[in-house]
Nanobody
Framework: QVQLVESGGGLVQAGGSLRLSCAAS????????MGWFRQAPGKEREFVAA????????DYVDSVKGRFTISRDNAKSSVYLQMDSLKPEDTAVYYC?????????????????WGQGTQVTVSS
């Protein structure tokens, strides 16, 4: 049974930082591309960042480039999202997702497994 469990969300002031973690189990983690998505109230879920299997290649949505960093530790079956210079518009529920692939994947339906989400709230 595959499980993805996010943690690290919370309330932070604008300009602050948070680090999200996602621990995976029940799968061979190193064979999966990983992604982070987010869903703000009243909006559709959107792609945030992706990392390929080795962790050496990453990609981001334009709105977070230079502020967010995705990384992974295959030995710990975990993926992370370091979020700096947070803005109120980053407020959302953040989800990690896994896809049996070694490509950059930007669409929800490309991912097979999802976590339950963690709330990030940025106050102005």
């Amino acid at each position: 049974q595959v499980q993805l469990v996010e943690s690290g969300g919370g309330l932070v002031q604008a300009g602050g930082s948070l680090r999200l973690s996602c621990a995976a189990s029940g799968l061979t983690f190193s064979r999966y591309a990983m992604g982070w998505f987010r869903q703000a109230p009243g909006k559709e879920r959107e792609f945030v960042a992706a990392v390929r299997r080795s962790g050496s290649s990453t990609d981001y949505v334009d709105s977070v480039k230079g502020r967010f960093t995705i990384s992974r530790d295959n030995a710990k079956s975990s993926v992370y999202l370091q979020m700096d210079s947070l803005k109120p518009e980053d407020t959302a529920v953040y989800y990690c997702a896994a896809a049996y692939s070694d490509l950059y994947l930007y669409r929800e339906f490309d991912y097979s497994y999802w976590g339950q989400g963690t709330q990030v709230t940025v106050s102005s």
